[in-house]
């Protein structure tokens, strides 16, 4: 795990720290019940409530000090920052034997303990390249939905799978964090990439009591890992802003999401060989039109500097990779994150008509492999369908649907690959869910103008009439005159309309004088809508995630490990284990 000084904005977050009131915390990192990988380094970390001197603070693991066990080089500090006691650190830290751990920690104030358990994984590889493909939020909704919506069902049978559904192994995943059942992106995709569970919001670290975004305790993500061990290949993709929670993981280490323009800055430290997303303007110097950075680093520059073949739109993408790869791919396609399938091929809604231009998904993906795959030791690809998540939130579930579609196509283009290269393990998931739901059908040509009595439940809701002539596996209008009827459970005060808008995303509410979220009025005179009041806290402005479990399916080497209920933190376990990262 490379170690990287404080950037200006942490700095600056600890300096303001300082004079803020203190917090207490007693906590052992890594904290009760982890269970993570031998070798794999992190920091390790003791917080007290009340000042002792170190002479009265004892630690010992599994009944001996714990620096015959850990080690390093300790930090003491007497009263830590941000706090009303003394803290220990030591960081950088591997444990080489699999086996249980005990921690404990005594002081004045009495005694902590965490259980650790540490497992190790295969001597030798049996994994050339891992591929995980995750979908931001999807949900079993979604995949009905999609599966509908793509494949068709005649008379109760689906004509055909969903290529995420024919897959081999499957398996349910629970995605609670450290602090709550009700996670984010942040630290969920963190469980995939290090194996350890985190705090929302953060991202390759355990979330501390200090008040600084990048001091936290760390935990070694499988880039950093297959840098330090491998020589494989390393690329993540996204639909969305490239420094974004579940494209950030793979490299990130940050109690806090928003750090995106120092999330450049640890892309730029573990510098993967493709990076393809949205987000551009965290690389762009302060000063430069759209640029969201307050310093003068330029990261396009460095990154082309460093030998990186840099793309902006699709026609440069797929031109890129026509005849010999370039050894290394950078594609920024957007200054925030990408438009969604619908948007670009059908409705040129949102900024499309701004950047016309953007690739799909598959586009990428095959960009990607052309790139990673001349690694003669095999490469890791993450990849994200970003905009199943960004279009759940505001609750439009039709451009959702559409981008899981997409997702879908991206899958296809895996399965394919791992048929031709079946050293290959694929792993197919989301991050954490949404209350996503198919209730039925809405059909317009129902008598009178209440949309609510048009939407058809049981018998009545029959089947849509949605066509897919050209066969590419989308419908030729997402907005038929008889369409999917489809809810979210979790959600604020908002104006149901029954039907999409093509101009732009659906916005649910809006900000009143009180600082409350109230439905947004621009919808409040849609023929045949009406108002429906939230269940979330006024705070919420959107639909929220779900603790529901995720579904993950997979094929290739080790996947017959993705069975029954899973931790989240297991699927670092499963592709570790693929790789042999534990020795």
Excluded at 126 to 155: E, P
Excluded at 377 to 388: C, D, I, R
Excluded at 487 to 497: C, I, K, Q, R, S
């Amino acid at each position: 795990m490379k170690k990287t000084l404080l950037t200006q904005a942490a700095l600056a977050a600890l300096v303001a720290a300082s004079t803020c009131g203190a917090a207490n915390a007693a906590q052992i990192y890594p904290v009760d019940q982890a269970r993570f990988m031998t070798n794999a380094r992190f920091d390790f970390k003791v917080e007290l409530d009340k000042v002792a001197a170190r002479k009265d603070v004892s630690i010992e693991i599994n009944g001996a000090d714990y620096k015959k066990v850990l080690k390093g080089d300790e930090i003491y500090l007497a009263q830590e920052i941000d706090a009303d006691g003394s803290a220990i650190i030591m960081r950088d830290v591997e444990i080489k034997k699999p086996g249980r751990y005990t921690v404990v920690v005594k002081s004045p104030e009495g005694e902590m303990r965490a259980e650790w358990d540490l497992y190790t994984t295969a001597k030798k590889p049996v994994a050339k390249n891992v591929i995980i493909l995750l979908a931001d939020g999807l949900s079993v909704g979604h995949r009905t939905a999609a599966r509908i919506l793509s494949k068709g069902v005649k008379n109760g049978m689906y004509q055909a799978p969903l290529a995420m559904d024919d897959m081999p192994h499957m398996a349910l995943l629970g995605t609670s964090s450290v602090d709550t059942i009700a996670a984010d992106s942040a630290n969920t995709a963190s469980a995939y990439m290090t194996g350890h569970k985190s705090s929302v919001n953060a991202l390759g670290v355990y979330a501390d009591r200090t008040k600084a975004s990048q001091d936290d305790p760390r935990q070694e993500t499988i880039a950093e890992l297959l840098r330090r061990k491998t020589g494989k290949a390393i690329g993540v993709v996204s639909d969305a802003e490239i420094e974004d929670a579940t494209p950030a993981s793979v490299v990130a280490h940050t109690r806090r999401r928003a750090d995106k323009a120092d999330i450049v800055g640890m892309f730029w430290d573990v510098k993967p060989e493709v990076i393809l997303g949205g987000g551009s303007a965290y690389f762009l110097p302060q000063g430069t039109p759209g640029s969201k950075r307050k310093d003068s680093t330029n990261y396009i520059d460095l990154f082309t500097n460093a030998g990186y073949k840099f793309v902006t739109d699709r026609t440069e993408l797929n031109g890129a990779v026509a005849g010999k790869a370039p050894q290394k791919l950078l594609g920024l396609f957007h200054t925030g994150n990408m438009d969604g399938w619908i948007d670009r091929h059908q409705w040129k809604g949102n900024t499309v008509k701004k950047f016309p231009n953007q690739p799909d998904l598959t586009d990428s993906f095959d960009a990607a492999v052309k790139v990673l795959e001349q690694n003669k030791e095999g490469f890791f690809l993450m990849l994200e369908a970003g905009l199943v998540d960004k279009f759940s939130h505001p609750l439009d579930w039709t451009r959702s649907v559409g981008d899981t579609i997409a997702f879908d196509k991206v899958v296809e283009r895996a399965q394919k690959y791992v048929d031709e290269h079946p050293d290959t393990l694929l792993i197919v998931t989301g991050d954490h869910t949404h209350s996503i739901s198919v209730a039925g059908t809405v059909d317009d040509n129902k008598p009178g103008r209440d949309m609510r009595e048009k939407v058809g439940v049981y018998a009545d809701a029959g089947y849509p009439n949605y066509e897919d002539k050209d066969k590419d596996g989308f419908p030729d209008d997402f907005a038929p005159s008889k369409r999917l009827a489809v809810f979210f459970g979790a959600h604020p005060d908002y104006y149901e309309t029954y039907r999409p808008f093509p101009e732009k995303t659906f916005n649910p509410t809006v900000k009143n004088e009180k600082g409350e979220y109230v439905a947004d009025s621009e919808y409040k005179n849609v023929e045949g809508g009406h108002f429906v009041e939230g269940n979330l806290p006024r705070k919420e402005s959107q639909g929220v995630h779900t603790v529901d479990d995720l579904v993950v399916t997979a094929r290739g080497p080790k996947s017959e490990e993705i069975k029954g209920f899973m931790n989240s933190t297991e699927i670092f376990r499963v592709m570790a284990d693929a790789l042999a990262l534990g020795h």
